[in-house]
């Protein structure tokens, strides 16, 4: 089950794996994911669509972000 809305400044994104919300603004992005294996908090750039791109899929998109972050 998920449960989502894109069309607010704050984003959100419940299901069965976990929470995802998201907070836009005019410099970046914040990404909170609180998931079976933590949490996350990370600064995107402004437009990121790691979550829709992953097809809101939260074991994926934390995935996406520990690569993400160890790249850094």
């Known amino acids: 089950m998920k449960i989502l ?8 994104l419940f ?3 976990g929470v995802c919300l998201g907070i836009d603004t005019h410099r970046c ?3 909170f994911l609180l998931h079976r294996g933590g949490w996350v908090l990370q600064r995107r750039p402004v437009g990121d669509r790691v979550v829709e ?6 074991p994926d998109i934390a995935l996406a ?3 993400d972050s160890i790249r850094r």
């Open 5 to 12: 809305s894109e069309r607010l400044p704050i984003k959100y």
């Open 65 to 67: 972000l520990h690569d």
């Open 15 to 17: 299901s069965d794996y």
């Open 53 to 58: 791109d992953l097809d809101y899929h939260i």
């Open 29 to 31: 992005s914040y990404l």
